[in-house]
């Protein structure tokens, strides 16, 4: 799968052929894949899968056969200079890391993945977990099978998680959590009793098409480049990074509820927006690659609750954006009662609807529930009833059904063991990022109440976009914030946010 006319060649010129090639390949899966969640017919599922299951074959020999010896070759190299050196570094890791995964079982997982998100799809649809249960079987079984190959120095779950975040171990992130977790009990136990006053009005509806109309307006106005990318709809919103020129973000609408498609809408295009600001060229090295899942989620939980839940961007829509769309509920809120609602905190069963505080709580039962599957103290077949269970312990929720419970998320479907831990580790560092943004620009909330998001994008391109995956998450936040990665700053957001909105109330920490 390589060019042979490179022979003659440098090696850096080889390495720029091979990185080019693994990259652009990438991209035609990305392709195919968004294709399969947005637009394919429902009879074809098993050629999918076949298909996704050859390139994912054919990219992991690429990677093996050709690119990882010249990385060998380009190590300790005298012809590059230090920063290639350094990502050269980071490829060889990446490589090696996929060295250690059979070429046989990368095809399996890939193969098994499609398939299982067809299944997922009508298992949610029918709230009927045993449907999708065989192929989360046979995701958990390979997924166990390619930890074991990657190796892991005290539990399964470790290798698959470094896939995702190697900058935090699964240990590290238990702590985390037990230490963070008496927070958000506390803060969920002293608010969901509360009312904020003026937040008990009408629903915010609206009809579909002018949702759709709505979100491409807001997220224009803050920069996702419609040129370069579109807004479909998929069950489960997402965005794909086929390359910076098309960058591409699904929504799911809900008529009785504006809320919940525009704030999906903007945790989608934080993606986009880190997505279309990285480096064009030269393609396939770490500079054009984003950083990590965490990094990733930093973005995007910053744009959806430091931008789109924010008393300053509500003041804007109420004024600026929502008069255009003759809602009939405008009038019986102002921008404060509204940003209220928007942040009220009150557990709910769905992880996407879920408020600022209570939202870590279903990650932290994820993560719990994931790991014990990895490790084997918990089988497949006991998943919904030990969900269900730590619903009601986290959450005080009884689950109604499967559709509403364990089957709520598409992670699973897709192999994707590790991933939502990043979603917490995100959060914190957006937190961090906003704290960091006003001690530069103290003004940027104030302009963000005329629609004014380009001083916090710009930024973004400055401090995380332009850097790629040169640094590795907690190097990258210092960098931007000049302090490690902790969820103090997050912390202090929750407490400043429960002040303003609940009249006064304290939260400790």
């Given at each position: 799968?390589?060019?042979?006319?490179?022979?003659?060649?440098?090696?850096?010129?080889?390495?720029?052929?091979?990185?080019r090639l693994q990259?652009?390949?990438?991209?035609?899966?990305?392709?195919?894949?968004?294709?399969?969640?947005?637009?394919?017919?429902?009879?074809?599922?098993?050629?999918?899968?076949?298909?996704?299951?050859?390139?994912?074959?054919?990219?992991?020999?690429?990677?093996?056969?050709?690119?990882?010896?010249?990385?060998?070759?380009?190590?300790?190299?005298?012809?590059?200079?230090?920063?290639?050196?350094?990502?050269?570094?980071?490829?060889?890791?990446?490589?090696?890391?996929?060295?250690?995964?059979?070429?046989?079982?990368?095809?399996?997982?890939?193969?098994?993945?499609?398939?299982?998100?067809?299944?997922?799809?009508?298992?949610?649809?029918?709230?009927?977990?045993?449907?999708?249960?065989?192929?989360?079987?046979?995701?958990?079984?390979?997924?166990?099978?390619?930890?074991?190959?990657?190796?892991?120095?005290?539990?399964?779950?470790?290798?698959?998680?470094?896939?995702?975040?190697?900058?935090?171990?699964?240990?590290?992130?238990?702590?985390?959590?037990?230490?963070?977790?008496?927070?958000?009990?506390?803060?969920?136990?002293?608010?969901?009793?509360?009312?904020?006053?003026?937040?008990?009005?009408?629903?915010?509806?609206?009809?579909?098409?002018?949702?759709?109309?709505?979100?491409?307006?807001?997220?224009?106005?803050?920069?996702?480049?419609?040129?370069?990318?579109?807004?479909?709809e998929s069950a489960?919103?997402?965005?794909?990074?086929?390359?910076?020129?098309?960058?591409?973000?699904?929504?799911?609408?809900?008529?009785?509820?504006?809320?919940?498609?525009?704030?999906?809408?903007?945790?989608?295009?934080?993606?986009?927006?880190y997505e279309q600001?990285?480096?064009?060229?030269?393609?396939?090295?770490?500079?054009?690659?984003?950083?990590?899942?965490?990094?990733?989620?930093?973005?995007?939980?910053?744009?959806?609750?430091?931008?789109?839940?924010?008393?300053?961007?509500?003041?804007?829509?109420?004024?600026?954006?929502?008069?255009?769309?003759?809602?009939?509920?405008?009038?019986?809120?102002?921008?404060?009662?509204?940003?209220?609602?928007?942040?009220?905190?009150?557990?709910?069963?769905?992880?996407?609807?879920?408020?600022?505080?209570?939202?870590?709580?279903?990650?932290?039962?994820?993560?719990?529930?994931?790991?014990?599957?990895?490790?084997?103290?918990?089988?497949?077949?006991?998943?919904?009833?030990?969900?269900?269970?730590?619903?009601?312990?986290?959450?005080?929720?009884?689950?109604?059904?499967?559709?509403?419970?364990?089957?709520?998320?598409?992670?699973?479907?897709?192999?994707?063991?590790?991933?939502?831990?990043?979603?917490?580790?995100?959060?914190?560092?957006?937190?961090?990022?906003?704290?960091?943004?006003?001690?530069?620009?103290?003004?940027?909330?104030?302009?963000?109440?005329?629609?004014?998001?380009?001083?916090?994008?710009?930024?973004?391109?400055?401090?995380?976009?332009?850097?790629?995956?040169?640094?590795?998450?907690?190097?990258?936040?210092?960098?931007?914030?000049?302090?490690?990665?902790?969820?103090?700053?997050?912390?202090?957001?929750?407490?400043?946010?429960?002040?303003?909105?609940?009249?006064?109330?304290?939260?400790?920490?």
């Open positions: 799968m390589s060019f042979g006319y490179l022979c003659g060649m440098s090696l850096k010129s080889r390495l720029d052929a091979e990185l990259a652009l390949l990438t991209s035609g899966v990305e392709l195919i894949s968004w294709d399969q969640e947005v637009c394919m017919p429902p009879g074809g599922v098993a050629g999918r899968a076949g298909l996704l299951g050859a390139m994912a074959g054919l990219l992991h020999q690429h990677l093996v056969e050709t690119i990882l010896p010249l990385l060998r070759e380009a190590e300790n190299s005298p012809d590059l200079d230090e920063d290639t050196r350094a990502q050269v570094k980071m490829l060889l890791e990446d490589a090696e890391m996929a060295e250690k995964v059979p070429a046989d079982l990368v095809q399996k997982l890939s193969e098994a993945a499609s398939m299982a998100q067809q299944a997922w799809a009508e298992a949610r649809a029918r709230s009927d977990f045993e449907l999708f249960r065989p192929h989360l079987e046979t995701l958990v079984a390979l997924s166990r099978e390619k930890a074991a190959a990657l190796g892991y120095t005290d539990e399964p779950y470790e290798a698959l998680l470094r896939l995702y975040e190697r900058s935090v171990k699964p240990a590290e992130i238990e702590q985390l959590f037990s230490e963070l977790k008496p927070f958000l009990t506390a803060t969920v136990r002293l608010c969901q009793d509360q009312s904020p006053l003026g937040v008990d009005g009408p629903p915010l509806s609206m009809p579909a098409d002018q949702q759709k109309a709505l979100i491409r307006r807001i997220v224009s106005e803050l920069g996702y480049d419609l040129s370069r990318g579109r807004i479909d489960h919103p997402f965005c794909t990074g086929i390359n910076p020129d098309d960058v591409r973000i699904t929504l799911r609408i809900y008529e009785d509820d504006l809320t919940m498609g525009l704030s999906s809408a903007l945790h989608e295009m934080g993606h986009a927006l600001g990285l480096q064009r060229e030269p393609l396939g090295w770490p500079s054009t690659r984003a950083a990590s899942l965490s990094v990733h989620e930093s973005q995007s939980r910053f744009w959806e609750n430091h931008i789109g839940a924010t008393l300053a961007y509500w003041t804007y829509l109420y004024e600026k954006v929502l008069p255009d769309y003759q809602v009939d509920w405008l009038s019986e809120y102002s921008p404060l009662t509204l940003t209220r609602r928007v942040n009220r905190i009150q557990p709910h069963l769905i992880r996407i609807q879920s408020d600022e505080v209570s939202y870590h709580l279903h990650i932290m039962l994820r993560f719990e529930l994931e790991r014990a599957l990895i490790n084997g103290d918990l089988t497949v077949r006991d998943l919904p009833a030990a969900w269900n269970d730590k619903i009601a312990e986290y959450l005080n929720i009884t689950v109604p059904d499967d559709a509403r419970g364990v089957l709520q998320d598409i992670h699973w479907s897709m192999g994707s063991f590790g991933y939502f831990p990043t979603y917490s580790l995100g959060s914190f560092l957006a937190a961090q990022l906003a704290e960091a943004l006003t001690a530069a620009h103290p003004d940027w909330e104030e302009r963000l109440t005329q629609g004014d998001g380009t001083l916090p994008l710009a930024w973004m391109r400055e401090r995380i976009h332009r850097h790629g995956a040169r640094y590795r998450t907690q190097e990258l936040c210092e960098q931007a914030t000049g302090a490690p990665l902790s969820a103090q700053a997050f912390i202090r957001y929750i407490q400043r946010k429960v002040a303003q909105l609940y009249e006064g109330l304290a939260i400790p920490a």
